[in-house]
């Protein structure tokens, strides 16, 4: 019996492995002719470090980049490269989220930009409502934290999957245990600092 119980399991998972359907799409890049201009107006600087793309509900994409300096969010239609608006986020008052230093365009109603001068991450939309804020000194352990920043030049842009943000942090190698990432639950506010630190400069 014990032997019909094994062919049975060897052949269930037989079964599985060639009728199931790939998860996973193949990609590649290919070089092309086309190229992309973007014309900046006199107050835009041409050297920026935060930058994304972004496609709306109605299916149309968007280069989006922050001012170098400025709390201003430029959107660029991907298809004419013009600009379509832009977003002039306050840094003091009541809807102020401070200096930001990136973003990341979870939807319109959903813009996350955490603080250049501190540990906040600021929760707003395109309207510059501030809808909430996300004060990360320490993760859910006490484990301190360094600041955030969401540029794309020299950091790495925040990544969602589900309801948990990825946010990676530049390295403060003069503190015990400086985590490369964490989590933010974007539900919960909860932060959790992932397992992998940066090392620490010699003594």
Do not use: W
């Amino acid at each position: 019996m014990k032997a019909y119980g094994l062919i049975f399991v060897l052949f269930f998972i037989v079964f599985i492995s060639c009728t199931s359907e790939a998860k996973y799409t193949e990609f590649s890049l290919k070089e092309t002719d086309v190229e992309l201009k973007f014309q900046l107006d006199s107050v835009t600087k041409n050297e920026f470090y935060c930058y994304s793309t972004y496609k709306d509900n109605e299916g149309k994409d968007f280069f989006v980049f922050q001012n170098q300096g400025k709390n201003t969010l430029l959107f660029y239609e991907l298809k004419n490269q013009s600009l379509a608006f832009k977003i002039d986020y306050p840094i003091e008052g009541d809807n102020g989220i401070g200096l930001g230093d990136g973003f990341y365009i979870h939807n319109l109603d959903s813009i996350y930009i955490p603080n250049r001068d501190i540990k906040e991450i600021s929760l707003t939309n395109k309207s510059c409502i501030l809808i909430d804020k996300y004060p990360y000194e320490n993760d859910k352990d006490n484990k301190p934290l360094s600041i955030f920043c969401f540029g794309a030049a020299n950091y790495k842009p925040a990544t969602v999957i589900g309801r948990t943000m990825y946010i990676y942090s530049g390295p403060n190698r003069y503190v015990d245990h400086d985590p490369v990432s964490v989590t933010l639950n974007m539900d919960t506010k909860e932060i959790k600092a992932l397992p992998f630190d940066y090392p620490e400069y010699p003594v």
